[in-house]
């Protein structure tokens, strides 16, 4: 599962978490068992992209969970018009096998992760508490469906040669960020502080031209997966 960029919640109180879904005993169902534990307490619940937003500015979560398709205003609008707040939750979407390219956009748009609605609640909850502590989540079932479809994205031998201008230490973390570890992971691993890793994941994602790790994390697989020659 790839674990990814900006945190927003404090570890001593409940992450504040706002589900956005038509669907309302789907948002009931993911309410108990995300709350359940007491680490996640959601403060809002929302059937359409406008009132997803409405949410946001009342209750400012740490993280918003978000069906692409929603009457009215969908997700992947909600999605675009979240980034333009000023201080927007980490947001992750909620999908299904038969919605590729809808995934494939919120991607585009900037999106911290993409949960599959059929996943085992005790990887919604870890997913949850990832995106909060400052990370990205990809279950692994949509890596291994979209991945061929994504390294079509882009120009691989650009991508190859942005890789090469990361230093050393970057490059380890790039490899580690790949490989679906959490800030906190790649600081222990590395002997770093969590801050200073995050320098240096903003820092990575500034060479490499992309919006968030999971972006990062794709054109890492890419480019490993090129046969260009590109080492960690």
């Known amino acids: 599962m790839v674990s990814g960029e900006t945190g927003g919640s404090s570890a001593a109180?409940?992450?504040r978490l706002v589900l956005a879904d038509d669907e309302a005993m789907l948002r009931r169902g993911l309410r108990v068992l995300l709350e359940q534990g007491g680490r996640i307490r959601v403060v809002?619940?929302?059937s359409n992209g406008a009132e997803l937003l409405t949410a946001?500015?009342?209750h400012r979560p740490d993280v918003a969970l978000v069906d692409v398709q929603m009457p009215?205003?969908?997700g992947l609008t909600a999605l675009r018009d979240l980034r333009m707040l000023p201080d927007?939750?980490?947001?992750a979407v909620l999908t299904t096998f038969d919605l590729d390219d809808y995934v494939a956009e919120a991607l585009r748009l900037g999106a911290n992760g993409f949960l599959l609605k059929d996943a085992d609640p005790a990887v919604l909850v870890r997913a949850v508490i990832d995106l909060a502590a400052g990370g990205a989540v990809l279950d692994p079932r949509i890596t291994a469906r979209l991945l061929p479809r994504f390294r079509s994205f882009g120009d691989s031998a650009e991508e190859a040669r942005l890789v090469r201008t990361l230093s050393a230490r970057e490059r380890q973390v790039l490899f580690l960020?790949?490989?679906g570890r959490s800030n906190a992971d790649?600081?222990?691993r590395l002997g770093l502080t969590e801050a200073t890793v995050k320098s240096y994941v903003s820092t990575v994602l500034g060479k490499l031209g992309a919006e968030n790790r999971v972006q990062a994390a794709l054109i890492a697989q890419r480019v490993a997966g090129s046969g260009s020659g590109t080492r960690w």
């Open 177 to 179: 960020l790949a490989d």
């Open 56 to 58: 946001v500015r009342g």
């Open 88 to 91: 927007p939750p980490i947001a």
């Open 72 to 74: 009215g205003k969908d």
């Open 186 to 188: 790649v600081g222990e």
């Open 13 to 15: 109180r409940p992450i």
């Open 44 to 46: 809002a619940e929302a």
